[in-house]
């Protein structure tokens, strides 16, 4: 079974930065796409960013992140990467990863971001 642990989140003052983690087993991540994506209260879940297969050469990002995330993989650990800058506060979710597709399923914790004075 797919399995994602999501790591690296914390509170951090509005323009911080954070370097999000998501270690997945039970699957050969280097020939998947992959994405993250938020939760903020009172919100659904939305995708935040996408990365392709293998070589990891194409990615994409929703509206409100261009600019200021990067998303990046290393095969070799099984693990995909957020690094987040210039964070605001409307940028506080609980920050997830998983393959993307129409339903989206095994769910990891994910990690809380925090954007706050």
């Known amino acids: 079974q797919v399995q994602f642990v999501e790591s690296g989140g914390g509170l951090v003052h509005p323009g911080g930065s954070l370097r999000l983690s998501c270690v997945v087993s039970g699957v050969i991540v280097r020939v998947l796409p992959m994405g993250w994506y938020r939760q903020a209260p009172g919100k659904q879940r939305e995708l935040v960013a996408t990365i392709s297969a293998v070589s990891g050469s194409s990615t994409n990002y929703a509206d409100f992140v261009k600019g200021r995330f990067t998303m990046s993989r290393d095969n070799a650990k099984n693990t995909v990467y957020l690094q987040m800058n210039n964070l605001e506060p409307e940028d506080t979710a609980v920050y997830f990863c998983?393959?993307?597709?129409?339903?989206?399923?095994?769910w990891g914790q994910g990690t809380q971001v925090t954007v706050s004075q």
């Open positions: 998983n393959i993307p597709s129409d339903d989206p399923s095994n």
